[in-house]
């Protein structure tokens, strides 16, 4: 059977052909630690968990949802985003739930770009802003983000990538539509900052352009008050797209969401999803409106002494490997600088994967700026990170015996 042409220019998702090495190695009798995806492995809130199983067991539970889900989620959110931010945000039509905030990437792009238009991409960055374009036919415009720089955008590049593309494509009435951003940063760790962001709201209203902030770990080890964009303006031309992922520890869930305090925004957005599910189940949905509003402080404070805790030893691990890093990183990965003795940081993975077990993702991943860099996730148990230091200090410091 013939592929569409669409598949020529998207590649297999990196961890999904990965993680299908890593379970026949693991077929294979091998045992292997994974500092590698950013699923975390903490429960949620009992709360959560008792909400849903109580809705599930209720009859009307089971029918089709509101495409724009249930009036109790979007209220929920909105609280969410109230306590949380201090940003005041209408359940009626600034919010809109996602089926996660992936799902979101793929509805906005589509609502705003034609196969003449182009986005703007972080390097390094989510890979999922890139291919769903290449997916849409939408033109993909790379702007850098470097270590010397603090891994924010440099404005003056972002507009000459914007000059440059609407001025070569005007005769086909292509233009730049959409600037995508992830603050708190992934892969990098970067915590971004309130000028940062304002600096990046004010060059997208000066050329029209849909600003995107991709917002899943703000609440994970944060410097201080988590972020959101949506603290630093009313701008009609910002969206944040957040999620329970990483928050609540409920990745697979698939719970998110879109919001903007332009609500012609939103609706677009919707016309768009409307078209591809029929809502997402109720019991999901309660349960998420509980996560939001009642799990307690003390929930988010044990989620972060953990990590906190994981972190200190996946500092130990990559020193092991003669990385460098920052300590002042937030989120629930580790970016570090490999050595320059590594020719090439992939094959040094690979190789480290098959000789000592341990799985650890290398930076090229996410883009050409992340090539000599390696990203260690904290989703895995102190014991299992105290295993893979133990292998990786035998591996790196033999035994004299």
């Not at 945000?89 to 799902?103: F, W, Y």
């Not at 951003?181 to 050329?207: C, H, K, V, W």
């Not at 937030?330 to 992939?346: L, Q």
Request: positive net charge; charged residues 20%; proline residues 5%.
């Amino acid at each position: 059977m013939e592929l569409s042409t669409r598949l020529q220019d998207v590649k297999e998702y990196y961890f999904s052909r990965k993680l299908k090495e890593v379970a026949a190695l693991r077929e294979s009798g091998r045992d292997i630690i994974s500092l590698a995806i950013g699923s975390p492995d903490l429960s949620p809130h009992e709360s959560v968990i008792s909400a849903l199983s109580k809705t599930a067991a209720m009859s009307d539970s089971h029918g089709y949802q509101p495409y724009h889900g249930i009036d109790s989620l979007r209220t929920a959110l909105s609280k969410f985003y109230k306590n949380t931010y201090d940003v005041d945000l209408s359940p009626k039509n600034q919010i809109l739930p996602l089926m996660g905030s992936k799902e979101g990437i793929l509805h906005l792009t589509m609502a705003f770009c034609n196969p003449t238009d182009a986005v703007l991409v972080p390097n390094p960055g989510y890979a999922a802003y890139s291919s769903i374009a290449k997916l849409l036919n939408v033109s993909c415009c790379n702007y850098n983000l470097t270590e010397n720089r603090g891994w924010v955008p440099d404005i003056s590049e972002l507009q000459s990538l914007v000059d440059n593309y609407n001025e070569t494509n005007a005769n086909k009435k292509g233009r730049v539509k959409i600037l995508w951003i992830n603050y708190p940063n992934m892969p990098t760790g970067s915590s971004g900052s309130p000028q940062a962001l304002s600096d990046l709201i004010q060059f997208s209203e000066r050329n029209t352009i849909i600003l995107v902030n991709d917002n899943p770990y703000s609440l994970v080890l944060p410097h201080g008050s988590p972020l959101s964009i949506m603290s630093n303006t009313k701008s009609n031309f910002v969206i944040e797209l957040n999620s329970l992922s990483k928050s609540h520890c409920m990745a697979g869930w698939r719970i998110g969401c879109l919001v903007s305090r332009n609500a012609d925004l939103v609706k677009a957005a919707l016309q768009i999803k409307s078209n591809f599910d029929s809502g997402m189940f109720k019991g999901l949905q309660v349960a998420a409106a509980t996560a939001l509003t009642e799990v307690p402080k003390s929930f988010f404070e044990r989620v972060n002494k953990e990590y906190e805790i994981r972190r200190h030893f996946v500092y130990q691990i990559l020193t092991v490997l003669k990385c460098s890093f920052s300590r002042t990183q937030v989120g629930m990965f580790v970016w570090a600088k490999a050595p320059d003795s590594w020719s090439s940081v992939e094959d040094k993975l690979d190789n480290l994967l098959h000789s000592t077990g341990v799985f650890l993702t290398p930076g090229s991943v996410f883009g050409t700026n992340g090539a000599r860099y390696v990203r260690a996730s904290l989703c895995c148990p102190v014991p299992r990170l105290e295993e893979a230091l133990h292998r990786l200090q035998k591996h790196f410091v033999p035994s004299s015996l």
